[in-house]
């Protein structure tokens, strides 16, 4: 596995992958990986003939006050966790080669709408940092194809639609999410749950589950299921942020496309989300 942090010697390294004629993927994270990025890898590497992993906690995504200086960073047990699934290439930029006119000065990419609901409303800026350093990494590496988590599915439709909207010749997909064997979905900031609250965090998804049940066998006051999925998260100790149930593309009402079921709640230090598509869009 080739690891590269400068710009200018991955490009001349993608360059000679490109002439001989192989199709290149990309999967962006923020490292402190586990099962759910290896399986983004995974379907990276069943989709390309070459895989660029890159590592890179992106401080325009994370809001004031937020976990931006404790994120975990965990590079040792990344680079070897990479290397044991034969990715191609690493890519471990610091923060003048991504933000070279600093972070404050930089151009910002904004996808109107979808960044201002739901994670949008409750992290403000978030999803303008997420689409700015997307789009950076798209232009660095310039990809075929890029793989990002169902996990954070409010994210991957920012993603297509700044690609559709840039106009940019990259495919992207969306990788299942992977869960512990008690249904809680994995994510990095699951590290912040002490004991008791790890046993509690799968109740987040049994609350979803229930309420894909109840739609299932014909329930259609959303509203009341909400409600209810709200009130019995504050019951089991969480400090819900929103549970929605909307369009899986637009990720509003009316329902056309397909219906997900959406939520974020604290618990502890821990903010989880997670989501159910009831028919998947695509
Ligand atoms: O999902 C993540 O880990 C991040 O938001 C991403 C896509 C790597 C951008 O920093």
Not at 10 to 28: F, T
Not at 62 to 74: I, K, L, S
Not at 256 to 267: E, H
């Amino acid at each position: 596995m080739e690891r590269i942090e400068k710009i200018n010697a991955l490009r001349e390294k993608l360059d000679s992958v490109r002439k001989a004629d192989k199709k290149i993927a990309l999967v962006p994270t923020m490292g402190n990986l586990h099962e759910g990025h290896l399986s983004l890898v995974k379907q990276a590497q069943s989709l390309a003939d070459y895989v660029v992993v890159s590592i890179f906690v992106n401080p325009t995504q994370f809001v004031a006050g937020e976990d931006f200086d404790n994120y975990p960073r965990t590079l040792d047990a990344d680079l070897e966790y990479l290397k044991r699934l034969n990715v191609d290439l690493v890519f471990i930029p610091d923060m003048g080669e991504v933000y070279p006119d600093d972070v404050q000065l930089t151009t910002e990419v904004i996808v109107p709408e979808l960044d201002s609901i739901y994670c949008g409303e409750y992290r403000p800026g978030h999803f303008k940092g997420v689409a700015t350093v997307v789009c950076k990494l798209f232009n660095i590496v310039q990809p075929d194809i890029a793989v990002f988590g169902e996990k954070d599915y409010q994210q991957l439709l920012v993603i297509r639609s700044l690609v559709k909207n840039l106009n940019l010749p990259i495919n992207i997909y969306g990788a299942v999410t992977l869960r512990e064997t008690d249904g809680l979905a994995m994510s990095s900031r699951n590290v912040y749950l002490n004991e008791a609250e790890r046993q509690k965090a799968p109740f987040l998804y049994k609350a979803i589950m229930e309420v894909a049940e109840s739609l299932k066998r014909g329930e259609s006051n959303y509203e009341n299921l909400e409600k209810n999925a709200i009130s019995s998260l504050k019951e089991a100790g969480f400090n819900p942020e929103y549970f929605s149930i909307c369009d899986s593309k637009t990720l509003k009402l009316p329902i056309n496309q397909g219906l997900v079921i959406l939520a974020a709640a604290w618990l502890g230090k821990a903010r989880l989300i997670d989501n159910v598509a009831v028919q998947s869009y695509d």
